[in-house]
């Protein structure tokens, strides 16, 4: 809030009574509540009928988040809870309308719009999608209704626990643009060697390739997470023996924008940005559209310096 916001009241009830389990964070001033859980509580929440209704919901363990909605948030977050690609999802955050006031589609969707930019504005975590969320046509008047409904959704979600929508100093902590060390610098070095072959990989991560009917990916470990670098290649086909997760995820990727086309090859596609997976094997599978890829083989370091 800022020093020019009203005085307010957030009231944080515990129906069960336990202090890490669900909350019900509510303003009696406004029509929005937000209900604030963490993802192991959720067959014990949906089984009391606190999430039956229409809503926009965030799943994030402060680092990655992803931003839904849905007419029927517990069957959509049961569905979540149950997909590897999901498995960061440690807390869960609903918004929705309190009791006479229920969400309808057009302000479930464009809280899914607005939380998601706002998510990615901001910087603090990285923002997994899955179709590109897009803003609802509405009339003026109604844009100003949600206007004020979002200001009170945001200030709740702050108080249920919701960190990823901070800033630092009121300046988005994601990264900015600036300009490389040297570039357009008159003092810069022209006479230093080019090489070729550096690793891109974070410091001590080695890394590993995969080549599948002329497709190439490279990727490496991150945590507990494999890693598919930018400007690797996905396989635009999908054999049939590829089971229905795998089929699921690779409708996701290509739904996600991220794919970019490759001049003078139709069959493969190439990534713009990196993206993570459970596992080597979940890797493999999601880019080659196979049920039995290529194995991931480590890459030897190979750079080559190019004398000036």
Avoid at 58 to 77: F, H, K, N, P
Avoid at 108 to 119: E, H, K, V, W, Y
Avoid at 242 to 255: G, H, K, P, W, Y
Wanted: aromatic letters at 6%; hydrophobic letters at 40%; one cysteine or more.
């Amino acid at each position: 809030m800022t020093k020019s916001s009203p005085p307010c009241t957030t009231i944080i009830h515990r129906p069960h009574g336990d202090l890490s389990g669900y909350r019900l964070v509510c303003d009696r001033a406004s029509r929005v509540v937000v209900h604030a859980f963490p993802m192991s509580a959720l067959a014990a929440v949906s089984a009391s009928g606190l999430l039956a209704a229409p809503g926009t919901y965030i799943m994030t363990d402060g680092r990655v988040a992803y931003v839904g909605e849905s007419a029927r948030v517990s069957r959509r977050l049961a569905d979540h809870s149950t997909d590897p690609s999901k498995i960061f999802a440690r807390d869960a955050f609903v918004v929705g309308g309190c009791d006479g006031s229920m969400f309808d589609k057009s302000l479930a969707l464009d809280f899914q719009f607005r939380l998601t930019r706002q998510a990615v504005d901001c910087g603090a975590v990285t923002v997994a999608k899955g179709l590109n969320p897009v803003q609802p046509q509405m009339t003026a008047a109604d844009a100003s209704t949600h206007d004020r409904i979002y200001a009170d959704a945001l200030r709740l979600l702050q108080d249920a626990g919701c960190r990823i929508f901070q800033s630092v100093d009121g300046q988005p902590v994601g990264p900015q643009e600036q300009s490389p060390p040297g570039q357009n610098c008159p003092d810069a070095d022209d006479n230093g060697p080019m090489t070729v072959g550096v690793t891109t990989t974070p410091l001590g991560a080695g890394e590993f390739e995969l080549r599948y009917l002329g497709l190439w990916a490279r990727g490496y470990w991150a945590g507990d997470r494999f890693i598919v670098a930018a400007l690797s290649e996905v396989r635009s086909q999908t054999n049939g023996s590829v089971d229905a997760i795998t089929r699921a995820r690779r409708e996701e990727l290509f739904s996600a924008g991220v794919l970019s086309e490759i001049p003078g090859v139709a069959d493969r596609r190439r990534l713009t940005v990196a993206v993570a997976f459970p596992s080597t094997s979940i890797a493999a599978k999601t880019v080659c559209g196979a049920h039995t890829p290529g194995k991931w083989t480590p890459v030897s370091p190979r750079a080559v310096w190019l004398a000036p």
